[in-house]
């Protein structure tokens, strides 16, 4: 079995982030403005915001034109494609997963004496985390 990032997936999971980031800068940039005593537009602030999203959005659509991520299983194991990245392992190596509490949330895939496999939760959409969630879960109980 395959679960592979689609290439809109691929584009909402980076904006997802991209979003994020920015809400630090825009919560950021509205305290400063508050408190300080220069009068600045706040609509031509957030302006220059939008326009730096749709910038970034359409960046991360063209440079990445393929899909990044992709996770195969195996009878022995899975392999996890990240961009050029391949690693492969076995399910006796396996140890579970965790899924972040804080936004941006994150999958790590728990890996015996090896550094864990960390991707954000909206990299796959939700039918695809049902099926890697399932088929993990059935490896990881054996």
């Given at each position: ?12 999971s ?10 630090w ?7 400063f ?12 602030s957030?302006?220059i ?34 961009y ?43 039918k695809?985390?049902?099926q ?11």
């Open positions: 079995m395959e679960i592979i990032q689609s290439r809109r997936q691929n584009i909402l980076r904006f997802s982030q991209m979003l994020l980031d920015f809400g800068f825009i919560l950021f940039s509205l305290i403005l508050t408190f300080t005593t220069e009068q600045i537009d706040i609509w031509h957030l302006t915001t939008l326009c730096l999203t749709v910038f970034t959005t359409l960046y991360l659509w063209f440079v990445y034109p393929e899909p990044s991520k992709k996770i195969v299983f195996t009878a022995n194991g899975f392999e996890y494609h990240d050029q990245l391949k690693r492969q392992i076995a399910w006796s190596d396996f140890d579970g997963y965790k899924i972040s509490k804080f936004p941006n949330y994150q999958i790590t895939l728990k890996i015996k004496n090896q550094d864990n496999i960390v991707f954000g939760y909206q990299v796959f959409s939700a695809q985390r049902q890697l969630f399932s088929a993990l879960d059935f490896h990881h109980q054996k």
